[in-house]
C-alpha cells in the first residue's frame, strides 16, 4: 500500500511538471519567409508568440500582423481582432525524421482556426516542429501555398 502512495504522488508530480512545460511561451527570435523558393529575413509589428498545447502537434499563435499575412486577409471577420490569435488543432503527424545533429523534425498537417465570437474562418496548414529536447523552431504553411515561414525562438530565461 505504501508503495501505491509513492506511485500516485510520482504520477501527480510528473503530471504537473509536463503541463507546465507544455504551456511554455515560445517568444519568436528570428523569423524568415521562403518565396520562390528563396529564404528571406520578415519583421511583424509586435511580438509573434508560439504556445505549443497538450496535445502532440497543437499550437496557439498570436500574432495580427503575421496570421493575417499568412491567411492573405481572405477571412472577412466582422472584427479584425479576429486575427490576433488562431489554433493548430487536429494535427495529424506525416513524418518524423531526426537529422545528424539529433534534431527531430516532426511535421503535421492539422486545420488553423481562427475563433473570436460569430467570427470563425479555417484553413489547412502544415507544420514542422523542430525539437531537440525542448522546441527550437517551426515552419509552417499553408497546404495549398508554397509560401512557408520559419521561426526560431529567443532562448528561455
Avoid at 519567409?33 to 528571406?40: G, L, Q, T
Avoid at 511580438?47 to 477571412?75: H, V, W
Avoid at 503527424?93 to 531526426?98: A, C, E, G, L, R
Avoid at 465570437?117 to 509552417?140: E, H, P, Q, R
Amino acid at each position: 500500500m505504501k508503495n501505491y502512495y509513492k506511485l500516485i504522488i510520482l504520477l501527480f508530480f510528473a503530471s504537473a511538471t509536463y503541463g507546465q512545460q507544455a504551456s511554455e511561451n515560445l517568444y519568436v527570435d528570428k523569423a524568415w519567409v521562403n518565396e520562390y523558393e528563396e529564404w528571406s529575413d520578415f519583421k511583424y509589428a509586435g511580438q509573434i508568440i508560439i504556445s505549443p498545447t497538450t496535445e502532440d502537434g497543437s499550437l496557439r499563435i498570436s500574432n495580427f500582423d503575421f496570421l493575417y499575412d499568412f491567411c492573405d486577409g481572405k477571412a472577412k471577420f466582422a472584427n479584425k481582432n479576429s486575427y490576433t490569435t488562431a489554433q493548430f488543432s487536429h494535427p495529424r503527424k506525416i513524418k518524423s525524421t531526426t537529422d545528424k545533429q539529433g534534431i527531430v523534425n516532426s511535421t503535421y498537417e492539422g486545420t488553423l482556426i481562427f475563433q473570436n465570437g460569430n467570427d470563425y474562418y479555417s484553413v489547412i496548414a502544415v507544420v514542422t516542429i523542430l525539437d531537440k529536447g525542448s522546441i527550437i523552431g517551426v515552419k509552417m504553411h499553408l497546404k495549398d501555398n508554397l509560401k512557408e515561414y520559419a521561426f526560431s525562438f529567443k532562448p528561455g530565461i
